[in-house]
């Protein structure tokens, strides 16, 4: 099957197609464009800036990739937006490049789907395997983990991080960091224990979800001596051998601008 374009499509000089690409019709593709082998691009989507995405892309109507970022100090610098293989993107989803101020480049992994109206704005890095619902909003500079979902009409705080196969329930807004298996909600998110669901979903053994669950609830508990830093010390040593439990003893060490989102009381569960 050879690349086909809509006589209707307005592709570029410069824009570099993969083969056996599909352009519907109305789309924008810019020149500083480049798509990967197999994709398509449905109808009415604008691709443009310096923005590069990878094989097997589903791009559908009105999509919106690649414009400039929605940020005041953002001055015409040549920043990217750089997006992986196998991603489905739905209708009015938008994207934009990143910031001088953010290290010029925005990150999207491989076999991501963005529903209807989600946005991920300058900067952010986004692992592979994640799904973001229907409006589900990133602001500037956040960082998600391989295997998140982010719940529908969620919003995630600028520079925050949410680690590997955390769940955000739908409608949260997300102000803090999020620990990785953790899953959050609330009008303002809190902790509300592990995202047991998906880490059955993704094949974690029984012995691993248990020894998650032990490790979270004395991490969080309301009635452990000591701070979350003070018993994380405890945990590393009991479990410096535990891969699962060890990412989240990294994550909450490593720095951050944002604090720890946490149970509201108690250890949440």
């Given amino acids: 099957m050879a690349t086909t374009i809509h006589p209707t499509a307005i592709v570029e000089p410069g824009a570099a197609l993969g083969e056996n690409v599909d352009i519907g019709p109305y789309c924008c593709i810019g020149k500083a464009v480049t798509l990967g082998d197999g994709s398509t691009v449905k109808s009415h989507?604008?691709?443009?800036?310096?923005?590069?995405?990878?094989?097997?892309?589903?791009?559908?109507?009105?999509?919106?990739?690649?414009?400039?970022?929605?940020?005041?100090?953002?001055?015409?610098?040549?920043?990217?937006?750089?997006?992986?293989?196998?991603?489905?993107?739905?209708?009015?989803?938008?994207?934009?490049?990143?910031?001088?101020?953010?290290?010029?480049v925005?990150?999207?992994?491989?076999?991501?789907?963005?529903?209807v109206g989600s946005?991920?704005?300058?900067?952010?890095?986004?692992?592979?395997?994640?799904?973001?619902?229907?409006?589900?909003?990133?602001?500037?500079?956040?960082?998600?983990?391989?295997?998140?979902?982010?719940?529908?009409?969620?919003?995630?705080?600028?520079?925050?991080?949410?680690?590997?196969?955390?769940?955000?329930?739908g409608m949260t807004g997300v102000e803090n960091d999020v620990i990785p298996y953790?899953?959050?909600?609330?009008?303002?998110?809190?902790?509300?224990?592990?995202?047991?669901?998906?880490?059955?979903?993704?094949?974690?053994?029984?012995?691993?979800?248990?020894?998650l669950r032990s490790v979270y609830k004395f991490l969080f508990s309301d009635v452990e001596g000591g701070t979350v830093l003070e018993r994380l010390d405890d945990v590393a040593a009991r479990h410096s051998s535990d891969a699962e439990i060890m990412d989240i003893v990294r994550f909450i060490r490593s720095d951050s601008s944002r604090g720890l989102t946490q149970p509201k009381n108690g250890n949440g569960g």
């Fill in 182 to 211: 953790g899953s959050v909600m609330g009008e303002r998110g809190r902790l509300s224990g592990l995202n047991i669901i998906g880490l059955k979903r993704r094949g974690f053994t029984r012995e691993q979800v248990h020894n």
């Fill in 45 to 104: 989507a604008v691709l443009a800036g310096r923005t590069t995405i990878g094989d097997h892309a589903e791009i559908y109507p009105f999509v919106s990739i690649g414009q400039p970022p929605q940020d005041l100090k953002y001055d015409g610098e040549p920043s990217t937006l750089v997006i992986g293989s196998h991603c489905r993107i739905r209708e009015y989803v938008t994207m934009n490049p990143g910031t001088e101020g953010g290290g010029m």
């Fill in 119 to 169: 946005h991920v704005a300058h900067d952010c890095q986004v692992g592979n395997h994640v799904i973001m619902a229907n409006n589900a909003t990133l602001a500037g500079h956040v960082v998600i983990g391989d295997y998140v979902i982010v719940g529908g009409n969620s919003a995630i705080h600028q520079f925050a991080r949410i680690g590997e196969h955390a769940m955000i329930g």
């Fill in 106 to 115: 925005t990150s999207v992994g491989d076999h991501c789907l963005f529903m």
